[in-house]
Every structure is written in structure tokens, then in C-alpha cells.
């Protein structure tokens, strides 16, 4: 589900600062991507085409191998609604409260969505900024170097659209830039928040079927990194989750209690909390996660329609959430909600359909990680998909958003 600004629960009060995102005034992301696939965007400062990819080599010996495993979560943040740009340190998604107080009807969608939060927040710095200052809260000498990739699941679930080759592909970019020997891939949008009217309920189902933390109600959304091995390749993967598990007195879903909004001069001088220009960083007590065990992915959908299980099962299997919940409902009225575990015999038939094409995205990865590390480090570089054809290219130098220092310094 798309992460949705919840400001909807105080009547939308807007966040005055010059760099946030209001109700009026969305920013753009300054990225080179469009999903409508705008040439004059998704085309913005490359210089030459370097080479074309393609799937068609792969045999099924290269699939057999493909599979998930040594999963670990590594850390995770929340958003809050503060002045500055400020996460909660690791943070909680919200609380599944749905089965307590069984959802019936609710609205349609409207207000602000966010199609990539972090965008919206760090302005002109990096977007990865917040994974970082995430990992090193909770990490010390966390060795990225060990990793092949660092990647959102966004961007995995746009490649496996091109190996299906299916309806939903569309014309997509992702900025790709090499440290040492880690490839890193930013998520490109056109924009990174809309405001408007929705033809669905998903963000107002979510709000009525869960509740924040424990004194945590200004929280926006939460984000999730985790580490797997992909069929030989180490990769690091960040996203959104949008709920967990409600646990009786798991002190982890109160550690909010201890979070206060102080001045970011009292946050930075704190000896054991890292420094990031433009971001304020708030530890909750414990410095526990979330298991990743309690995580679910919540749907709404029409009984008129069927759930695109090619769709969901990779947004899923890509970053192991183990729990999916489906509200069905006739017109925004929502019957009991479908739980549906990863493992689950329900899953095997979707499991086995997707197999081939995630064991094509692990070759295209390889591949795509063969050609980066042929241009070297520190080669800015963009991976388009245009007309069902993925090329990379080269970008020029100082476009995009940059990693800086702060980033490239840990590898």
C-alpha cells in the first residue's frame, strides 16, 4: 500500500516549513523518472547510452538458484510530523487494532500520497540519507562493503515488471551509483507527493484499522531495512510496512513513551547519536525492532474484482513480510478482513507462478551489477526502461542527488 500522510487525523493540519510538503503545495522530486513516461523527464541529464540489457540469454539452469535466504533486519525508522525533518529511531509501524474494532465503512481516499516520502523530506539530499542514519543508530561498523546492492523494493518490483514483460510495465529510471565495489540504486519519480481525490479506500481503511504507538500519534510512516541473500548476491533492502501485529504488553509497541521532540542542537549533542545535515534523528527506548514476523501488508479491494497475485506476491516475497490482510468491501463497506500468511498453502500456487521471473531478476541484476562495475566508482549512471527497452547510461556529472560524503565515507 502507498504510504499516505495521516495528518487526516487532526483535520489535515499543515506543517508550515518552506522545505516540507503542504497541502497546497506538493514538491517534485527532482529525479529523472515519470510513470507516464515523459521523455523530457525520464531523459533529464544523461549523456550516452553505455548498453542495452536483456533477459533472453537466460537459461533455466540460471533459475534454480534464485531463492531468498539468511534474511535479517537490520534497522527501521519511523517519519514524524515535526518543523525539521525528523525520524524515530527504530520506530513502529502502525498497531493492527482491526480485529478489535472491526472496520465497516469509511470514505474514499483524499488528501496527500506520498509516492516516495523521503523525497519529500530531504529536499535536495539524498534519499538513502534516513536508511543511513537508521543503521548507524542502531549499528556500529555496519560493514556495507560486504553488500552487492542497496536497493528499495520499489525498484526490484519495476525490474521483475520488465522480465514478466506484462500490462503493467511502464517506463520507469532509477539512478544507479557505484561505491567501491556496492551499487546502489535511487528510486526516481516525477513526484513525490500528489493531492487529490482517490477512487479507493486503502488509505482510509488503514487509518480507521490502525492506531499509532504509544504516545507516537504525530508519526507519519514507517520504513523497514532489511538484508538477504539473493541467489549469491548480498543485497540490502529498504520500503515502507504499513501495520504490525498487536502484541498484549509488548513493550516494544510502547517504546514511543520515551520519545520526546527536542531541539535538534539537544539531539546531535548526544555522544551516541549520529550527525546528518537536514535530519533530525529521535531514539525510542528500547532500541528493539519490530520482529519482523509481525509485519502485514494491508490491500482493500472491490468484491466486483480479484486480487492481482502478480502484483502482490512479489511486493510481499521481495521484502518478506510475512502477514498479507485483505479488506474486501461492496462500495466501501468492508467485510472482516482475509488473512493471508507468506507461507501459507494459499500462497504456493502464486509462489510457483512467480519463481521464473524472480530467478530473470536475479540474473538482470547480476548483469546489471557486472556492466556498473565495468564504468568503475563513482561513475554517475541511470538504468531507463523506454518502450520495453532497458539501457544504461551516463549521467551527467553532479546530477541527481548526490550521496555526499556522509554516505560514501562508510564503505
Known amino acids: 500500500m502507498a504510504a499516505y500522510k495521516r495528518l487526516e487525523l487532526r483535520q489535515w493540519k499543515t506543517v508550515v516549513h518552506p522545505k516540507r510538503a503542504t497541502l497546497g503545495q506538493i514538491p517534485k522530486s527532482s529525479h529523472p523518472h515519470s510513470s507516464s513516461g515523459d521523455p523530457c523527464f525520464i531523459l533529464k541529464d544523461l549523456e550516452a547510452p553505455i548498453i542495452t540489457l536483456s533477459i533472453d540469454h537466460v537459461t533455466p539452469t ?97 525490474l521483475l515488471r520488465y522480465v514478466d514483460n506484462g500490462r503493467g510495465l511502464k517506463d520507469f529510471r532509477i539512478d544507479i551509483d557505484l561505491v567501491r565495489d556496492t551499487c546502489l540504486f535511487t528510486r526516481c519519480e516525477e513526484n513525490a507527493a500528489i493531492v487529490g481525490s482517490w477512487s479507493g479506500y486503502g488509505n482510509e481503511y488503514l487509518k480507521a484499522a490502525t492506531r499509532a504507538p504509544l504516545n507516537c500519534e504525530n508519526m507519519t510512516d514507517h520504513h523497514r531495512i532489511i538484508t538477504y541473500n539473493f541467489g549469491g548476491l548480498n543485497v540490502l533492502l529498504y520500503f515502507t510496512a504499513d501495520a504490525c501485529i498487536e502484541s498484549d504488553g509488548d513493550p516494544l509497541l510502547t517504546s514511543f513513551s520515551s520519545l520526546s521532540i527536542r531541539s535538534r542542537g539537544n539531539t546531535l549533542a548526544k555522544p551516541d547519536m549520529p550527525s546528518y545535515a537536514g535530519l533530525d534523528v529521535k531514539p525510542t527506548s528500547p532500541r528493539l525492532m519490530i520482529p519482523q514476523s509481525d509485519l502485514i501488508e494491508v490491500k482493500t479491494r472491490s468484491i466486483r474484482g480479484e486480487l492481482n497475485w502478480r502484483e502482490f506476491y512479489p511486493q510481499l516475497y521481495l521484502s518478506q513480510i510475512p502477514w498479507l490482510y485483505v479488506a474486501w468491501h461492496l462500495d466501501g463497506i468492508f467485510q472482516p478482513v482475509e488473512k493471508i500468511a507468506l507461507d501459507s498453502d494459499t500462497m504456493k500456487p502464486h509462489a510457483e507462478d512467480a519463481a521464473p521471473s524472480v530467478g530473470k531478476l536475479k540474473v538482470l541484476l547480476e548483469d546489471i551489477l557486472k556492466a556498473v562495475r565495468e564504468q568503475g566508482s563513482g561513475v554517475p549512471l541511470s538504468l531507463v526502461c523506454r518502450g520495453r527497452t532497458l539501457t544504461l547510461w551516463k549521467r551527467k556529472e553532479g546530477s541527481g542527488k548526490p550521496l555526499g560524503m556522509e554516505i560514501i565515507s562508510k564503505f
Open 62 to 158: 540460471e533459475l534454480i538458484n534464485a531463492q531468498l535466504s539468511d534474511v535479517k533486519s537490520v534497522a527501521s525508522y519511523s517519519w514524524l510530523e515535526a518543523a525539521t525533518p525528523t525520524i524515530a529511531v527504530p520506530g513502529s509501524p502502525w498497531i493492527w487494532a482491526g480485529d478489535r474494532d472491526p472496520i465497516t465503512g469509511v470514505p474514499l481516499d483524499d488528501g496527500v500520497q506520498f509516492i516516495h516520502h523521503n523525497v519529500t523530506e530531504m529536499d535536495d539530499q539524498s534519499p538513502m540519507v534516513p536508511l543511513f542514519a537508521a543503521i548507524d543508530v542502531l549499528h556500529e561498523g555496519f560493514r556495507y562493503s560486504d553488500l552487492d546492492l542497496i536497493t528499495n523494493r520499489n525498484s526490484l518490483r519495476k
